[in-house]
């Protein structure tokens, strides 16, 4: 009886030591991931929610979870430097890092890239399948369930672009101009063949100066920009100044960046979008 | 008799200092130039990046790609290629077409995408070029997430 006992707690422990710990950067992840591992792994934020990803920085708890970690999913171009930099700078042992963004066609902004791809339906599926590779290499075993579940995936986000396509069919949008507030929207608008002709922050979060403002004001006057898309979770005073100026349209968007984590945030904020885009261009 | 022969001192103009300094100055400054110009990765002889009006089709094709390796994997594709089969995205209203049983080229004006089964993987590849007769014509492919430059 002792041995069978003591079978079943060796048995029960290295399931147990075998089942991974995943940890990501950002909310979109934490959404593909669990959506992929389902219940055969854990995911753990490397972050709280609630602070700007583009000027934390780590403090001891973070670290102290970074060092707990068997896999880091990061976005890798830009947009999660204060975990890519510690991890770079601290080197944890048997940490392997997922770079989600190894196989996705960026976009080219100057010198740099683009790094919103998560908020897309495309590059957020392509990176469903660059993570759920990478962690079926670390888990065998369950390689095969986490590549069904990302099919899955996929086929769940892919549906959620269809009423857009469905109002497009029938539309000619090769008149709409475009602007945003920020870089984050190229590569959803890019999948409905939509171009952004100004982006107006500086820098994520940061408010033009007034000149800047008055420049792009100008620029959205002569270019006849019709909509403009800015971020629902940021306070743009300037954007009333923009609309009073020229009568431009408004259109909030989500960045995907912000409140608590959820396995279906990126399904239902993509969900949100999709809807005011569409409201957008049917407008 | 003292020795009334005076020892004429040239005055130190200083000249040899201001030698000495100005080498100085340009030995530290030659050493700092070339560690920077060390520490300076070298760029890649000029490459070409696919346009930012491809990129979205470039995803769909890599998505695509992922799909049929992950079919092929589970056995579940039938050895009778065809673009409908496959299910690969069109550009423009422009569909693949099949150049032999497991190559698939599309053209649009200068760019060329190109699928194929080689070695049981599938992959995808562009190419600056028109007139695609052959997915292993020797033109220079490059991947679909090529980039010029990291971020």
Redo the contacts between chains.
């Keep these: 009886m002792r041995t069978l006992f003591m079978a079943l707690l060796v048995l029960v422990s290295q399931s147990t030591m075998a089942r991974l710990t995943v940890g990501v950067t950002l909310h979109p992840y934490y959404s593909y991931v669990t959506n992929i591992v389902g219940d055969r792994a854990d995911v753990v934020p490397l972050i709280e929610g609630g602070f700007n990803p583009h000027n934390y920085q780590l403090n001891p708890s973070d670290i102290d979870r970074l060092f707990e970690l068997d896999a880091l999913v990061v976005n890798g171009?830009?947009h999660d430097m204060f975990a890519t930099k510690a991890v770079e700078r601290l080197s944890p042992p048997d940490l392997t890092v997922i770079y989600a963004n190894?196989?996705?066609?960026?976009?080219?902004n100057g010198?740099?890239?683009n790094?919103h791809t998560f908020v897309s339906i495309?590059?957020g599926?392509?990176q469903v399948?660059t993570i759920a590779k990478a962690l079926g290499k670390l888990d065998p075993e369950n390689k095969g369930y986490f590549?069904k579940n990302a099919?899955l995936y996929?086929k769940k986000l892919r549906a959620l672009k269809k009423p857009v396509q469905d109002l497009l069919i029938t539309k000619d949008l090769s008149h709409i101009r475009i602007a945003s507030t920020h870089g984050a929207y190229a590569?959803l608008l890019?999948?409905f063949g939509l171009?952004v002709s100004a982006v107006i922050e500086p820098a994520h979060g940061v408010s033009p100066t007034a000149s800047q403002l008055q420049d792009t004001i100008e620029t959205i006057k002569q270019q006849h920009i019709d909509v403009l898309f800015t971020e629902l979770n940021m306070e743009n005073r300037y954007v009333d100044t923009i609309e009073r100026e020229t009568g431009i349209k408004i259109f909030y968007f989500s960045h995907m960046t912000h409140g608590q984590y959820s396995p279906t945030m990126v399904e239902d904020e993509m969900s949100s979008n999709l809807k005011k885009l569409a409201e957008a261009l049917g407008s | 008799m003292p020795n009334f022969d005076i020892e004429i001192v040239q005055p130190n103009d200083g000249r040899k200092e201001t030698r000495n300094y100005l080498i100085t100055c340009f030995t530290v400054m030659a050493i700092a130039l070339i560690s920077l110009w060390m520490t300076i990765e070298p760029t890649s002889s000029a490459r070409i990046?696919?346009p930012?009006?491809y990129?979205?089709f470039?995803?769909?094709l890599?998505?695509t790609i992922?799909?049929l390796n992950?079919l092929e994997e589970s056995e579940l594709l039938t050895e009778l290629y065809s673009v409908e089969s496959l299910n690969l995205p069109q550009l423009h209203q422009k569909t693949f077409l099949k150049l032999d049983e497991s190559c698939f080229v599309l053209e649009q004006d200068a760019y060329a995408f190109m699928v194929e089964k080689h070695d049981g993987n599938w992959s995808a590849a562009w190419a600056k070029h028109n007139s695609i007769n052959d997915c292993h014509q020797p033109i220079e492919w490059n991947t679909?997430?090529?980039?010029?430059?990291?971020?």
Excluded at chain 1, 102 to 108: F, G, K, R
Excluded at chain 2, 144 to 151: R, T, V
């Design positions: 171009i830009g190894e196989d996705v066609p960026l976009i080219a010198e740099k890239v790094p495309d590059a599926i392509r399948y590549l099919l996929a590569y890019q999948e171009t | 990046a696919l930012n009006q990129s979205n470039a995803l769909q890599s998505n992922e799909e992950m679909l997430n090529h980039q010029e430059s990291s971020s």
